[in-house]
């Protein structure tokens, strides 16, 4: 049974850094792209980054580019998220995820994604 579980999350004041991590178990994925959604209150998810099989090539939304940084270990089957420079707006609940199948692509919508893990809350506080 494949698992993904988030780690990493917490409080922390503006300005400052958090670093998730995302375990996975059950299967290796090292032809799968990942990403990172999050979820704040009341909004829908988005999209945050994602990262394709390698670890070669990226993807970042727009309000996160240049402060956040994807990164995974396929021999660890494990991803990471650098966020620095945080802001109140980064408030929400930040999920990890695994496309559903191979390919070269880095999806930036949900449904693309199979195996979600069940989050971590990440608070700004200003």
């Known amino acids: 049974q494949v698992q993904l579980v988030e780690s990493g999350g917490g409080l922390v004041q503006a300005g400052g850094s958090l670093r998730l991590s995302c375990a996975i178990s059950g299967r290796t994925f090292s032809t799968n792209a990942m990403g990172w959604f999050r979820q704040a209150p009341g909004k829908e998810r988005e999209f945050v980054a994602g990262i394709n099989s390698s670890g070669g090539n990226a993807d970042y939304a727009d309000s996160v580019k240049g402060r956040f940084t994807i990164s995974r270990d396929n021999a660890k089957n494990t991803i990471k998220l650098q966020m620095n420079y945080l802001g109140p707006e980064d408030t929400a609940v930040y999920y990890c995820?695994?496309?559903?199948?191979?390919?070269?692509?880095?999806?930036?919508?949900?449904?693309?994604?199979?195996?979600w893990g069940q989050g971590t809350q990440v608070t700004v506080s200003s």
């Open positions: 995820a695994v496309r559903s199948y191979a390919g070269t692509s880095i999806p930036r919508v949900g449904t693309f994604y199979h195996y």
